[in-house]
């Protein structure tokens, strides 16, 4: 039973590493019956010389044509070898319609599934012109900067020279965005074969009401090769022939008045907000870094569209975000548009720290209603660092306790034994104001000037790593401590704010020193306090009597 078992699981992975290995996709996946798309199937195993059965395609399709593509790519030092077969197919049913499987050798592609919808009827006179063009909306009313998807496509049932052009599609008061390049196939329209090249763009309403799309003009040259005067490279016989697509109108809806004034508007098919941490916030010390990306991504706007998410502000964590990363991704649908912004959190106490909720209001379109998506608060248990030696404040004790006042004599002990000892170092300094001056022995470590020239030169060389130790250093050796020079300067705040910006982010590389170094050079002097004398302010004499 057991070997039965093992022998199952081996197939079953087996076949899961050949369906990797050999692969099916389709250039769409909805498209108008009697329409032909290209299957492309791709295989990956470099021992496999033969080509995929074909057989199984002739029950639902009908095969127009298969071409082979050999591919030698390298990643990563690796030379990786494969090979495309794009076969054109053409449905015969329309519904819902399933690629099968196909098999090359003993691999196997995993089926595909097609939406096969009846294509509307075209106007008599156009199937019979040699070009003509149409045009539709996938929704005839939108909220106002929602998507509608526009599709163009170019029907041709003569052969066309490369010299095709079509107008830019400009609307005053829209915002347009073209889904990738045309594609081209092919389909039967009266039992005529129709070369296709469609068009998709994303058009975004900016002003509520009506809205016209203007019609786009494509105008190429017939190719007319049964004159005995073609020559390759001479003048190309042919007719010049422009044809116009139908204006459609547009409705554009108002935001709902039930939508929430302070919030961005954001009409959407569907919205997702994602969290990811590197690393996991598990056991945090103080001083630890943590790098939290947030990410929204939305069916039917464009990047730009999307507001910025939330700011993460706890007490207690130091904030250091990164650029936000927008990307635009084209679908069946139309755009999707996502927006991913990062940021590391440094925790400066240690202690329970509560990181809010994060809440998008958007509008579904799809079902017309309000919604929100949410991201759950997450509770941070951030511990105390036993090598940052941070003190920790005492509680006071009840006095009164019997116990506690047998254990005061011997802090009244120490106490007079520190007095005493302060005492004779008061008579020795006294005594030795009257020795002769003695001269101070040479500085040990590097000089002032030294640590200042180790200093300049890491922040020109814009090294934040470099910058920081020579900054502690030069540091112990002033009068005041680092902390006391930045909060009375304020350029110095700011320049060390952006040092240690460059320290916990991922921006680190780009961080420049020169403001650094300027407000080092202009740091004024710190106030000193001289006791006015009778003297008028001169000094004692060296050697007093």
């Given at each position: 039973?057991?070997?039965?078992?093992?022998?199952?699981?081996?197939?079953?992975?087996?076949?899961?590493?050949?369906?990797?290995?050999?692969?099916?996709?389709?250039?769409?996946?909805?498209?108008?019956?009697?329409?032909?798309?290209?299957?492309?199937?791709?295989s990956t195993d470099a021992t496999e010389f033969g080509k995929p059965d074909l057989t199984p395609l002739n029950e639902l399709f009908d095969v127009l044509g298969t071409r082979q593509v050999n591919r030698?790519?390298?990643?990563?030092?690796?030379?990786?070898?494969?090979?495309?077969?794009?076969?054109?197919?053409?449905?015969?049913?329309?519904?819902?319609?399933?690629?099968?499987?196909?098999?090359?050798?003993?691999?196997?592609?995993?089926?595909?599934?097609?939406?096969?919808?009846?294509?509307?009827?075209?106007?008599?006179?156009?199937?019979?012109?040699?070009?003509?063009?149409?045009?539709?909306?996938?929704?005839?009313?939108?909220?106002?900067?929602?998507?509608?998807?526009?599709?163009?496509?170019?029907?041709?049932?003569?052969?066309?020279?490369?010299?095709?052009?079509?107008?830019?599609?400009?609307?005053?008061?829209?915002?347009?965005?073209?889904?990738?390049?045309?594609?081209?196939?092919?389909?039967?329209?009266?039992?005529?074969?129709?070369?296709?090249?469609?068009?998709?763009?994303?058009?975004?309403?900016?002003?509520?009401?009506?809205?016209?799309?203007?019609?786009?003009?494509?105008?190429?040259?017939?190719?007319?090769?049964?004159s005995n005067g073609y020559t390759p490279f001479g003048p190309r016989p042919g007719k010049v022939t422009r044809v116009r697509s139908p204006e459609i109108p547009l409705t554009v809806k108002a935001k709902?008045?039930?939508?929430?004034?302070?919030?961005?508007?954001?009409?959407?098919?569907?919205?997702?907000?994602?969290?990811?941490?590197?690393?996991?916030?598990?056991?945090?010390?103080?001083?630890?870094?943590?790098?939290?990306?947030?990410?929204?991504?939305?069916?039917?706007?464009?990047?730009?569209?999307?507001?910025?998410?939330?700011?993460?502000?706890?007490?207690?964590?130091?904030?250091?975000?990164?650029?936000?990363?927008?990307?635009?991704?084209?679908?069946?649908?139309?755009?999707?548009?996502?927006?991913?912004?990062?940021?590391?959190?440094?925790?400066?106490?240690?202690?329970?720290?509560?990181?809010?909720?994060?809440?998008?209001?958007?509008?579904?379109?799809?079902?017309?209603?309000?919604?929100?998506?949410?991201?759950?608060?997450?509770?941070?248990?951030?511990?105390?660092?036993?090598?940052?030696?941070?003190?920790?404040?005492?509680?006071?004790?009840?006095?009164?306790?019997?116990?506690?006042?047998?254990?005061?004599?011997?802090?009244?002990?120490?106490?007079?034994?520190?007095?005493?000892?302060?005492?004779?170092?008061?008579?020795?300094?006294?005594?030795?104001?009257?020795?002769?001056?003695?001269?101070?022995?040479?500085?040990?470590?590097?000089?002032?000037?030294?640590?200042?020239?180790?200093?300049?030169?890491?922040?020109?060389?814009?090294?934040?790593?470099?910058?920081?130790?020579?900054?502690?250093?030069?540091?112990?050796?002033?009068?005041?401590?680092?902390?006391?020079?930045?909060?009375?300067?304020?350029?110095?705040?700011?320049?060390?704010?952006?040092?240690?910006?460059?320290?916990?982010?991922?921006?680190?590389?780009?961080?420049?020193?020169?403001?650094?170094?300027?407000?080092?050079?202009?740091?004024?002097?710190?106030?000193?306090?001289?006791?006015?004398?009778?003297?008028g302010g001169q000094l004692p004499p060296l050697y007093p009597r």
């Amino acid at each position: 039973m057991i070997r039965l078992l093992c022998t199952l699981l081996f197939c079953l992975l087996a076949f899961q590493a050949s369906a990797q290995d050999f692969t099916a996709s389709v250039d769409r996946s909805r498209l108008n019956l009697g329409e032909s798309l290209d299957l492309t199937l791709e295989s990956t195993d470099a021992t496999e010389f033969g080509k995929p059965d074909l057989t199984p395609l002739n029950e639902l399709f009908d095969v127009l044509g298969t071409r082979q593509v050999n591919r030698l790519t390298t990643l990563d030092g690796q030379a990786r070898a494969s090979t495309r077969w794009i076969v054109t197919i053409k449905p015969r049913h329309s519904g819902f319609v399933v690629v099968p499987p196909l098999r090359l050798g003993d691999s196997q592609s995993q089926p595909v599934s097609l939406h096969v919808v009846e294509s509307t009827g075209q106007n008599a006179d156009e199937q019979m012109a040699p070009v003509f063009i149409d045009a539709s909306l996938d929704h005839e009313s939108v909220y106002v900067q929602a998507q509608s998807v526009l599709t163009l496509r170019i029907y041709h049932s003569v052969s066309l020279y490369d010299d095709s052009s079509l107008t830019p599609l400009e609307i005053a008061d829209a915002r347009v965005e073209s889904l990738g390049e045309p594609r081209t196939y092919e389909q039967d329209i009266g039992g005529v074969r129709h070369g296709v090249i469609e068009l998709r763009y994303a058009i975004f309403p900016q002003k509520s009401g009506q809205l016209t799309i203007p019609s786009q003009v494509f105008s190429a040259t017939l190719a007319d090769r049964s004159s005995n005067g073609y020559t390759p490279f001479g003048p190309r016989p042919g007719k010049v022939t422009r044809v116009r697509s139908p204006e459609i109108p547009l409705t554009v809806k108002a935001k709902p008045a039930d939508y929430p004034a302070d919030a961005p508007w954001l009409p959407a098919r569907a919205l997702s907000l994602a969290e990811a941490w590197s690393p996991e916030p598990g056991q945090v010390k103080v001083g630890d870094s943590l790098t939290r990306s947030l990410m929204v991504k939305a069916d039917g706007l464009s990047s730009a569209q999307l507001p910025p998410l939330p700011a993460t502000k706890v007490e207690g964590l130091r904030r250091y975000p990164d650029q936000p990363q927008l990307n635009n991704q084209n679908s069946e649908r139309g755009v999707i548009g996502s927006r991913e912004e990062r940021e590391a959190l440094v925790a400066g106490k240690a202690g329970t720290l509560e990181l809010p909720a994060v809440d998008v209001v958007w509008w579904n379109t799809h079902e017309n209603r309000l919604e929100h998506s949410t991201l759950p608060g997450r509770t941070l248990n951030v511990a105390a660092d036993p090598a940052l030696g941070v003190d920790q404040p005492v509680e006071p004790r009840a006095r009164g306790n019997a116990a506690d006042d047998t254990l005061l004599w011997p802090w009244q002990l120490s106490t007079v034994l520190l007095a005493l000892t302060t005492l004779l170092g008061f008579s020795l300094w006294w005594h030795a104001r009257g020795q002769p001056a003695v001269q101070r022995s040479a500085q040990v470590g590097p000089s002032p000037r030294t640590l200042l020239d180790d200093l300049k030169r890491a922040c020109l060389a814009n090294d934040s790593q470099a910058t920081r130790q020579a900054l502690d250093a030069w540091a112990r050796q002033q009068p005041e401590t680092l902390a006391d020079m930045a909060a009375r300067f304020a350029p110095l705040s700011e320049a060390l704010d952006g040092l240690n910006g460059a320290l916990y982010s991922e921006a680190g590389q780009n961080w420049q020193g020169k403001q650094l170094w300027q407000a080092i050079v202009a740091l004024p002097a710190a106030e000193k306090t001289q006791d006015s004398g009778q003297d008028g302010g001169q000094l004692p004499p060296l050697y007093p009597r």
